[in-house]
């Protein structure tokens, strides 16, 4: 069965008065994500992934160290990585839920300094890549940073909130700002109650 673009919990003018554009969405989930939908299925037709899901993807084509990960396991991942992103955002008034609150002021010593190390994580990707809250696998929550399209499933991490920082998710409204769309993104999208279902 072929994968699936799948349809944004929202309308694409949802999030403009937060700081992420129709034209943004647009760009962004009609044309990025769906190119890495399209190009996975063309990939795998024909291989033994044919009819895994998609996790089982993205673990079995990674190969840690590689110098460049194979095109099933990019598109595949990057394929994951957006429809997690989706749910992360939400339009309207966000408050974090007390008991992540309480999560993260254990693991972090308070929720300004997660969002502190999780910016810094962000704005410190070197190109293309995400930052990610994890629970990993001791259930300590970790902030994490990787590279293009490598996420915390390889590594048998939950992912509790990610951030794509490729690019194309904030140049259009945010030029090369990448702390400015960050800041934005923590203090205005994210979904607290999506993240806190997740621990």
């Known amino acids: 069965m072929a994968f699936e673009l799948p349809a944004l919990p929202y309308a ?3 999030l403009a ?18 190119a890495y ?11 033994e992934w044919e009819g895994k899901t998609l996790e089982e993807i993205v673990k079995g084509t990674y190969k840690a160290g590689a110098v460049a990960q194979s095109g099933i396991f990019n598109n595949a ?18 408050k974090i839920p007390g008991e992540l609150e309480k999560a993260l ?18 704005a ?8 990610w809250l994890v629970k990993d696998t001791d259930g300590s929550l970790k902030v994490t940073k990787t590279e293009n399209g ?33 800041s934005n993104f923590l203090d205005k999208l994210v979904n607290w109650e999506e993240v806190a279902s997740r621990l």
Not at 22 to 33: A, C, I
Not at 82 to 94: C, D, I, M, R, V
């Open 17 to 34: 008065d937060l700081g992420m554009s129709k034209e943004t969405l647009e760009y962004h989930h009609d044309l990025h994500h769906k």
């Open 12 to 14: 694409h003018d949802a």
């Open 124 to 131: 410190g990707q070197f190109g293309s890549g995400w930052a």
């Open 77 to 94: 991942s990057q394929h994951w990585n957006h429809t997690q992103f989706w749910n992360w955002l939400a339009p309207g008034e966000k």
């Open 150 to 182: 490598v996420d915390p499933l390889v590594f048998d991490q939950t992912a509790l909130l990610g951030v794509d920082v490729w690019e194309h998710s904030y140049y259009i409204d945010f030029r090369n700002k990448r702390p400015a769309y960050l």
């Open 105 to 122: 002021t254990e693991a972090f010593g308070s929720v300004a300094k997660f969002k502190e190390d999780f910016a810094a994580a962000g």
């Open 37 to 47: 939908v399209d190009t996975l299925n063309k990939l795998v037709a024909g291989t």
